[in-house]
């Protein structure tokens, strides 16, 4: 009876030198993302040359190559891929930075004052789950078919996360270091800004991530505004005519933008956020 | 500044935390009445729920008394200030300054130049021994040299007061012996006022040169003790042989013999609810 009991019981190794016994999930895993990766792209390979999809459905990584070999020297949709791409990069930066200046101290105000807090939260509230699909054609009416609109659109997406990450940010202050600061003839604006700010940072710039990852997710949605050029608007006119190809390849290309500002928001976490989990 | 000017008077305390019904309302200190001169070292001793941190809290204005009032050099405490520093069982440092600038912090809030906040905050750490410390991280700092900062950083807004809330708590027994005797170092090297909490009987005796025991339901202080251990200590040297002195040992036993009172006393009225 007991020796099955124990058979259940998954062996577990001795730990290695260094290491500590039975931490869940411990240890490098890199590698093996990179082993994922490459048994993706494999796994298209095989079954797009091999002729088990048909190319509509899934166009085969050289037929991607091409496109964008094509989109990159003539050009599709008329315009080159370097010209979508810097319109589609100017519209989610434009919003992210609008939305780092206005969200990131109106959250902070939210968590410093029940004055902010009663004004925005349930304004925040109540758009945050609404999809930007339904209030397009609000902002359509609103503010026309332009170049502002589109960014508009992006900055709501990225507001409410990014404010909300500020909010909550201010918590991670504990009342021990205001009390000490104020012990040192500090004033309420020192210890906001000398105390406060520095303790949400962390979580301030996990808000960035989060809001520049739904910035990408609300670009498709925005070039639907009468764009003619956009790595979005590239896609979607793509779909029209079922050049899976160039949709495919647009997806790459804002996967990779998107994961290159991502890599480079959290390198700068660790450069300017050392403590960050230490204390 | 004389003596006279820096005297802190508690004159008639109370304070009453209200509860949702009156009924609830909890009487966290009655008519508390205290003086600290200058140079004094104070510690305040009791069961836990003896008021003896909301004390702390209204020395620091963190809190304002229900009745009675706290004044210091003749001034009515309104708020928390820097004539009254504060060390925290906790260390409430800043993780993003290094130890240098978390000293200096005080001075830069009230606009002191660069030159003087770094020779003020210098002359502090050395006194704590942080000298080659400077550049470190907090968070690459021992929980006794964290207490350290944080005794230096109370200081370098040369306050007339120290207060101090159980600031070794959470220390190690070895650390807390020696930071013991180096904070009679500090005090006798500051001559400043420094009121100190502990629930540590040994603790109390050995650092204070008066120790008021306080006792819970309501918060009041029930016995008073002038003590001179910590001057035998700085004239001698010798911690060790002064706590296991005889002497030491039966003022301990005598103080745990009231606290425990105190504790058996709580204990009957929880079972009684």
């Not at chain 1, 968590?111 to 109540?126: A, K």
Request: with cysteine; aromatic share 10%.
């Amino acid at each position: 009876m007991s020796s099955f009991a124990l058979s259940l019981v998954p062996k577990a190794k001795a730990a290695r030198a260094g290491k500590v016994y039975g931490a869940p999930g411990d240890g490098y895993s890199g590698h093996i993302s990179i082993i994922t990766a490459l048994v993706l792209f494999g796994a298209w390979f095989l079954v797009t040359e091999a002729g088990w999809v048909k190319p509509l459905f899934l166009p085969s990584p050289i037929a991607v190559y091409h496109k964008f070999i094509v989109a990159a020297t003539d050009g599709v949709a008329n315009s080159t891929l370097w010209e979508h791409t810097s319109a589609s990069l100017t519209r989610v930066f434009g919003a992210f930075f609008l939305a780092c200046l206005t969200a990131i101290p109106i959250g902070i105000w939210m968590g410093v004052s029940r004055i902010g807090r009663g004004l925005f939260d349930p304004i925040i509230e109540f758009y945050r789950p609404l999809p930007p699909l339904a209030y397009l054609p609000l902002v359509i009416i609103w503010l026309g078919i332009g170049e502002f609109p589109k960014i508009f659109l992006i900055f709501l997406a990225i507001f409410a996360p990014m404010a909300i990450a500020a909010r909550s940010g201010v918590k991670s202050v504990s009342i021990e270091q205001i009390h000490a600061a104020y012990a040192m003839g500090g004033t309420q604006g020192q210890i906001i800004r000398h105390v406060i700010l520095k303790a949400a940072l962390p979580e301030i710039f996990t808000g960035m991530r989060i809001g520049i990852g739904v910035g990408w997710t609300t670009l498709v949605a925005a070039e639907m505004i009468a764009a003619d050029r956009g790595l979005g608007f590239m896609v979607l006119n793509a779909a029209q005519f079922l050049a899976s190809d160039t949709v495919i390849m647009g997806i790459i290309v804002i996967g990779v933008f998107a994961f290159a500002f991502d890599l480079l928001i959290r390198y700068l976490e660790r450069l300017l956020i050392p403590w960050k989990g230490k204390i | 500044m004389t003596a006279q000017m820096e005297r802190l008077k508690v004159d008639n305390v109370s304070l009453t935390y209200p509860g949702l019904r009156s009924n609830e309302a909890v009487v966290a200190l009655k008519g508390v009445d205290l003086t600290i001169e200058s140079g004094e070292f104070v510690v305040a001793l009791g069961a836990s729920g003896c008021g003896k941190t909301t004390l702390l809290n209204l020395l620091a204005g963190f809190m304002s008394p229900s009745d009675g009032e706290i004044t210091l050099g003749g001034k009515r405490i309104l708020g928390p200030g820097a004539d009254r520093g504060v060390v925290f069982q906790k260390h409430a440092l800043l993780p993003w300054l290094n130890v240098i600038e978390n000293t200096a912090f005080g001075l830069k809030l009230q606009h002191v130049g660069k030159a003087e906040r770094r020779e003020r905050a210098t002359r502090n750490l050395a006194l704590v021994g942080l000298q080659d410390f400077h550049n470190h991280m907090i968070y690459h700092l021992s929980g006794g040299m964290q207490q350290r900062v944080g005794v230096a950083r109370a200081l370098t807004c040369d306050p007339a007061m120290l207060l101090m809330d159980e600031p070794m708590a959470a220390l190690d027994a070895l650390t807390r012996e020696s930071i013991q005797e180096l904070l009679l170092k500090v005090w006798e090297h500051t001559h400043k006022m420094f009121f100190f909490i502990t629930h540590s009987v040994e603790e109390a005796l050995f650092l204070g040169s008066r120790l008021i025991v306080m006792s819970p339901r309501p918060g009041r202080i029930t016995h008073t003790y002038e003590l001179d251990f910590n001057k035998r200590f700085l004239r001698e040297g010798n911690a060790r042989a002064i706590k296991s002195s005889p002497d030491f040992i039966q003022m301990r036993e005598t103080i745990l013999g009231i606290i425990y009172g105190d504790e058996r006393e709580v204990s009957k009225e929880l079972i009684h609810v």
